[in-house]
């Protein structure tokens, strides 16, 4: 590991930047905070433990441990796009394979519901939270997350769950 970059730091900055999930890389950005939030709990739910808390929210997946880090992504992000820097020098090949298969899955998810941005993202987290992450586990998690966020498409949902029920996250 070269010193410097913390290896949470590098994972998340590289899939952020091979996704291209959001245009405005900078710490104090909304919608970046949120992609950092989602990818975070999600790479640590499909890829490895990266030894975060991650809590219950508004906006779904929340860790105080990734807020300290916001700007060390996005600063992370640009020396990637300018060839500074090379995640793939500095992280091991299991690491590597996790990031690959954390990139093919949220792919696939973009291929499959038609897009990945943060909303998209949050609806993805927040499944993946109240299916396996909450306890007492609801009966029917579409209907919970849609308590929870009033505001989403009710078919869109459905489209994250059946995605997340092919996969074998869920279901």
């Known amino acids: 590991m070269v010193a410097g970059h913390q ?5 998340l ?36 433990d990266l030894e975060l808390r991650f809590g219950w929210f508004s906006l779904g997946p929340y860790s105080k441990s990734l807020q300290n880090l916001y700007s060390a992504i996005a600063t992370t992000i640009e020396g990637i796009r300018r ?40 609806v993805l987290a927040s499944l993946i939270m109240v299916c396996s992450d909450i306890y007492p586990k609801p009966v029917d998690p579409v209907e919970e997350l849609l308590k929870k966020k ?7 949902v459905k489209n994250v769950w059946r995605f997340l029920v092919d996969k074998d996250i869920c279901g």
């Open 150 to 156: 009033k505001n989403l498409s009710r078919e869109f």
């Open 83 to 122: 060839g500074d820097i090379d995640p793939s020098m500095e992280l091991d090949s299991d690491t590597q394979m996790a990031i690959k298969n954390v990139i093919e899955f949220l792919e696939e998810f973009r291929s499959r519901v038609g897009t990945l941005d943060p909303k998209s993202l949050e």
């Open 7 to 11: 290896p949470i730091v590098l994972i």
């Open 13 to 48: 900055s590289k899939i952020i930047t091979d996704l291209d999930i959001v245009e405005i890389i900078d710490g104090n950005n909304f919608d970046f905070r949120i992609v950092v939030q989602k990818v975070g709990y999600i790479y640590q739910k499909i890829g490895q």
